[in-house]
């Protein structure tokens, strides 16, 4: 593994180096990430890399306790086994979190054409009040740190501006979120928060992530 790495030029060691720091900070690396500036998709630099030198860095994740996995269809490499959140969600990023995925499920069924789908803040929050999970309506203020949360993890990309955000405020959500929650029965998840005795409970809603994702 030593041999491998001290074979690449020194511009290559570098890049190696920058995407296993990106991937301990951020979890996963995607193909493709929205650019406002553009208003397109654009292939990512770090994922080029990564899949150059795979097999290498599955060997070093294995050394950490980790496996590196790249899923080709979906356009996400990402690692496994390790700290996957750096911090505990607070519940509405959980309860957003799992109704992105029942969006980007249902939409994904419809058309498949694409890995990205795009929703709207109405409904997201419209498909929470559906399960009953949410008391009342999230302020802008809670809202706006929720997505920006979500964003810091790559799970979603706005299109518009935080600051303007409102019901039809549009984002992305990445692929990724398949890598996030594997497991099935979304929906019922979903009931199962909606229920009064669970109102609130940010451990027990933490730890079910923590399960589907490994």
Same mark, same amino acid.
């Given at each position: 593994?030593?041999?491998?790495?001290?074979?690449?030029?020194?511009?290559?060691?570098?890049?190696?180096?920058?995407?296993?720091?990106?991937?301990?900070?951020?979890?996963?690396?995607?193909?493709?990430?929205?650019?406002?500036?553009?208003?397109?998709?654009?292939?990512?630099?770090?994922?080029?890399?990564?899949?150059?030198?795979?097999?290498?860095?599955?060997?070093?994740?294995?050394?950490?306790?980790?496996?590196?996995?790249?899923?080709?269809?979906?356009?996400?490499?990402?690692?496994?086994?390790?700290?996957?959140?750096?911090?505990?969600?607070?519940?509405?990023?959980?309860?957003?979190?799992?109704?992105?995925?029942?969006?980007?499920?249902?939409?994904?069924?419809?058309?498949?054409?694409?890995?990205?789908?795009?929703?709207?803040?109405?409904?997201?929050?419209?498909?929470?009040?559906?399960?009953?999970?949410?008391?009342?309506?999230?302020?802008?203020?809670?809202?706006?740190?929720?997505?920006?949360?979500?964003?810091?993890?790559?799970?979603?990309?706005?299109? !518009?501006? +935080?600051? %303007?955000?409102? $019901? *039809?405020?549009?984002?992305?959500?990445?692929?990724? &979120? #398949?890598?996030?929650?594997?497991?099935?029965?979304?929906? !019922?998840? +979903?009931? %199962?928060?909606? $229920? *009064?005795?669970?109102?609130?409970?940010?451990?027990? &809603? #933490?730890?079910?992530?923590?399960?589907?994702?490994?």
């Amino acid at each position: 593994m030593i041999e491998y790495y001290e074979q690449l030029t020194q511009e290559e060691q570098e890049a190696v180096t920058e995407v296993i720091r990106t991937l301990y900070r951020q979890t996963y690396l995607l193909e493709r990430k929205y650019d406002r500036r553009t208003g397109r998709m654009q292939y990512m630099k770090e994922y080029r890399v990564c899949s150059k030198h795979l097999e290498f860095l599955k060997e070093y994740f294995t050394v950490a306790g980790m496996t590196l996995q790249e899923n080709v269809h979906m356009g996400v490499i990402y690692i496994q086994g390790g700290p996957n959140w750096g911090e505990k969600l607070p519940r509405l990023a959980t309860v957003y979190l799992l109704v992105l995925k029942l969006i980007y499920d249902e939409q994904m069924a419809s058309v498949s054409s694409s890995s990205h789908i795009v929703t709207t803040m109405g409904a997201v929050n419209g498909k929470a009040g559906e399960f009953r999970v949410l008391k009342s309506l999230p302020s802008v203020t809670e809202m706006r740190r929720t997505i920006a949360l979500l964003r810091k993890y790559q799970i979603i990309e706005p299109l !518009e501006v +935080l600051e %303007e955000m409102n $019901e *039809e405020t549009r984002m992305i959500i990445y692929p990724c &979120i #398949q890598a996030v929650l594997m497991g099935e029965g979304i929906k !019922e998840l +979903l009931a %199962e928060f909606g $229920e *009064e005795d669970n109102l609130g409970d940010e451990t027990a &809603i #933490q730890s079910t992530i923590e399960d589907m994702s490994e």
